[in-house]
């Protein structure tokens, strides 16, 4: 269980692929679905935020948690696949490029054994100093415990 109470298995370092990645499954529950009878599109976005923040919480050490927060600068999301009240989904997550103070993540959601993804995501999040609320540059004090480079 990670300091976010999510429960997260795979990769924790090293996620750097569909592959390599860090995984939570969650299971659709009726609150998430909408007048079409499945998943709410706005869900997959809470789920693509959940298993990102489960992730840093999970490697990085308390200074870092301390020091630093995440903000989300733009999502990009493909919908592929629909998910119905109680199917489980496969929630894999894994780091891109890091350049300056951002740094793109990708999610990938879907049911297990699927040979396509339900929802796909990718975001650009921005460093920020909790002190001083500015972006900070990714560098080594923050790809090392997540196991990459820059």
Known sequence: MTA?????SGN???????????????????????????VNNA?????????????WRTVAPETLLKDFVWVALR????????VLAGETVEIRTWLGRAAGP????????????AARFSAKVLTDW????????R????????????GVSG
């Open 102 to 113: 951002r740094f793109e993540r990708h999610v990938d959601i879907r049911k297990p054994d």
């Open 75 to 82: 999502h990009e999301i493909d919908y592929r696949d629909q």
């Open 12 to 38: 924790l370092q090293g996620a750097q692929s569909f592959e390599t990645a860090a995984m939570m499954t969650r299971v659709a529950s009726e609150t998430d679905i909408d007048e079409l009878s499945h």
């Open 4 to 8: 976010s109470g999510i429960e997260l």
């Open 43 to 55: 869900v997959y976005l809470i789920w693509a935020q959940d298993v990102a923040v489960a992730h």
């Open 126 to 133: 921005c460093l920020i100093d909790a002190k001083t609320r």
């Open 135 to 146: 972006p900070r540059r990714v560098g080594a004090d923050v790809l090392d415990p997540f």
